[in-house]
């Protein structure tokens, strides 16, 4: 492990002395290091390991862009949706103050915690229907 984070000879040569397994090691890479073929093939590695990890920093720069889009748009279209209902809970809720008095807390509770859907339904109910259980029924 020290043989392969050893950034010149300096470092090389106490440990070539060492043993002679690392001093072929040391021998083999100068060799290596001569071969205008194998440096080429180093410095193209190189590059590639480069290429990548910009490719990579690149997608997930994309990746994070595109995540925090989708979820402000996702936001945006709960807000929209919850400002909704409570709009047409309070019109629901004046219509039926207006009709059959004022609520109690516990149907204030049902209404501003309905569906758009239960909602609609019960806004469409309060203009045909005789008494307030009739409408929320």
């Given at each position: 492990?020290r043989?392969?984070?050893?950034?010149d000879d300096?470092?090389?040569?106490?440990?070539a002395?060492?043993?002679p397994?690392?001093?072929?090691?040391?021998?083999?890479?100068?060799?290596?290091?001569?071969d205008?073929e194998?440096?080429r093939l180093?410095?193209?590695?190189?590059?590639?390991i480069?290429?990548?990890e910009?490719?990579?920093?690149a997608?997930?720069?994309?990746?994070?862009?595109?995540?925090?889009?989708?979820?402000?748009a996702?936001?945006?279209?709960r807000?929209?949706?919850?400002?909704?209902?409570r709009?047409?809970?309070?019109?629901?809720?004046?219509?039926?103050?207006?009709r059959?008095?004022?609520?109690?807390?516990?149907?204030?509770?049902r209404?501003?915690?309905?569906?758009i859907?239960q909602?609609?339904?019960?806004?469409?109910?309060?203009?045909?229907?005789?008494s307030?259980?009739?409408?929320?029924?």
């Amino acid at each position: 492990a020290r043989f392969l984070i050893a950034r010149d000879d300096a470092a090389l040569e106490p440990l070539a002395s060492e043993s002679p397994i690392m001093h072929l090691a040391k021998q083999t890479l100068e060799e290596l290091s001569q071969d205008p073929e194998t440096r080429r093939l180093a410095r193209e590695r190189a590059d590639a390991i480069k290429l990548y990890e910009m490719e990579l920093a690149a997608s997930r720069a994309q990746a994070l862009a595109e995540g925090h889009a989708e979820g402000e748009a996702q936001g945006e279209a709960r807000g929209r949706a919850e400002g909704e209902a409570r709009g047409r809970a309070a019109l629901l809720l004046k219509q039926l103050t207006l009709r059959f008095g004022p609520p109690s807390q516990e149907t204030r509770a049902r209404v501003e915690t309905a569906t758009i859907e239960q909602l609609d339904a019960w806004a469409e109910r309060v203009l045909t229907q005789g008494s307030l259980d009739e409408v929320l029924g």
